[in-house]
């Protein structure tokens, strides 16, 4: 039973440029939640995805945007990429029978240069 | 808004030692409450989790209980190992908003 799955692992981008984030989730899990965790603190949650809509979202701007598509895989786009969105992204899934559970990724490493 | 508040580390123990890593929460409610661990370079792990007051969760020889009347989760193991280095952080599902919110993470370092 695969888990949640990330891609890429690494990646460098420069100031200015986008970039898009993929996510597959657990089987049998219907809900993707994006999390930003920056050096040396815990997780922020940038927002949630649920039956391909946009269903909550934390204090991220605009630049950050998010899809879900009918396989409940979901992708983060983060355009004009400042220095300091330099972190891991994490992905997490659920669904209504984990109970509150979220399962993690193991995250892409995002470098702005 | 709900929060986590976690003791800050490092933490450096040797092997064998009793671990206690506090964390506190405000809610309005009752919410899920979890230990997550992260390992070097590696996404979080579910450690344990528990849903309703006076509820103990436990795994792999951690502990926590969910103490409504100090609002408090603390996590504790009776003897650590240096496999057991890590950062560990403290959760809640937040009711109102669909999400989990997260405390800061404490480091713990185990010394053979």
């Known amino acids: 039973d695969a888990g949640v799955t990330q891609s890429p692992t690494h990646l460098i981008k420069t100031r200015g440029q986008q970039v898009t984030l993929r996510c597959s989730p657990k089987?049998?899990?219907?809900?993707v939640s994006w999390y930003q965790q920056a050096l040396g603190q815990g997780p922020q949650f940038i927002f949630q995805?649920?039956?391909?809509?946009?269903?909550q979202r934390g204090n991220f701007p605009d630049r950050f945007s998010g899809h879900q598509f009918p396989n409940y895989s979901s992708e983060l786009n983060v355009n004009a990429l400042l220095l300091g969105d330099s972190a891991l992204y994490l992905c997490?899934?659920?669904?209504?029978?984990?109970?509150?559970?979220?399962?993690f990724g193991e995250g892409s490493w995002l470098t702005v240069v | 808004g709900d929060s986590v508040t976690q003791m800050e580390g490092p933490v450096t123990l040797s092997e064998e030692a009793f671990l206690t890593i506090n964390c506190t929460y405000t809610?309005?409610?009752?919410?899920?409450l979890f230990w997550y661990v992260q390992y070097p370079g590696e996404g979080l792990q579910l450690l344990l989790k528990a849903t309703k007051a006076d509820d103990k969760g436990s795994n792999k020889g951690f502990e926590a209980t969910y103490r409504k009347e100090t609002t408090s989760f603390h996590l504790e193991k009776g003897s650590v190992q240096v496999s057991d280095s890590a950062v560990y952080f403290c959760?809640?599902?937040?009711?109102?908003?669909?999400?989990?919110?997260f405390g800061a993470g404490t480091r713990l370092f185990v010394k053979a």
């Open positions: 995805y649920y039956e391909e809509e946009e269903r």
């Open positions: 809610a309005t409610g009752y919410p899920s």
């Open positions: 997490a899934s659920s669904s209504l029978g984990s109970g509150n559970t979220i399962y």
């Open positions: 959760a809640l599902w937040d009711t109102g908003g669909f999400k989990t919110i």
């Open positions: 089987s049998g899990h219907d809900t």
